[in-house]
T-cell receptor, first 113, second 114 residues
């Protein structure tokens, strides 16, 4: 039972354009959502998070949008840079009581020069 | 400050053997969580330790076990290795281990079972 899904295994975007990565979840108990970036042979690096009391959070070139009614979140990267090429994971948690993250399968983002 | 240290980085084992992986958290962090990453599966939660107590466990067989020491360092053990156990094993440390807040991941241990 995949509670967090990233339906696009890969995404290719031109440098300078917007990258949009999507994530869907099924568990309505999730109240905290995170995006991680991962390079090969390294651990995931935290990018940005959002609490369920918000619908948008912005940090520089990265913005996360949360649509609770649709159980959908997205990560926007503007403008996309070659160094953004990596695998991106969305993750969710129910912060009251749970001590774990539930991850999606990941989306490989490639930024083309 | 020093990050999360996982040792060894790479490991090759034979089916049926057992293996122990180590994770040293960031100084002051009392929670250590373990995840398994396999292609196409994302990261799957194994277990979480806080102050030497296992607080949460994922849906893995009993061959997977762990422990945490008084200095917060953690080990995970996999017995009777199977080919399907080949994966990247990641640990994450945090102050409280609450819902992924403040997680810092190590670089992982790549386990190959042959």
């Amino acid at each position: 039972d995949q509670q967090v899904k990233q339906n696009s295994p890969s995404l290719s975007v031109q440098e300078g354009r917007i990258s949009i990565l999507n994530c869907d979840y099924t568990n309505s108990m999730f109240d905290y959502f995170l995006w991680y970036k991962k390079y090969p042979a390294e651990g995931p690096t935290f990018l940005i998070s959002i609490s369920s009391i918000k619908d948008k959070n912005e940090d520089g070139r990265f913005t996360v949008f949360l649509n609770k009614s649709a159980k959908h979140l997205s990560l926007h990267i503007v403008p996309s840079q070659p160094g953004d090429s990596a695998v991106y994971f969305c993750a969710a948690s129910a912060t009251q009581g749970a001590q774990k993250l539930v991850f999606g399968q990941g989306t490989r983002l490639t930024i083309n020069p | 400050k020093a990050g999360v240290t996982q040792t060894p980085r790479y490991l090759i084992k034979t089916r049926g053997q057992q293996v122990t992986l180590s994770c040293s958290p960031i100084s002051g962090h009392r929670s250590v969580s373990w995840y398994q990453q396999t292609p196409g599966q994302g990261l799957q939660f194994l277990f979480e330790y806080f102050s030497e107590t296992q607080r949460n466990k994922g849906n893995f067989p009993g061959r997977f076990s762990g422990r945490q020491f008084s200095n917060s360092r953690s080990e995970m053990n996999v017995s009777t290795l199977e080919l399907g156990d080949s994966a990247l094993y990641l640990c994450a440390s945090s102050l409280e281990g609450r819902g992924g807040i403040g997680y810092t991941f190590g670089s992982g241990t790549r386990l190959t079972v042959v």
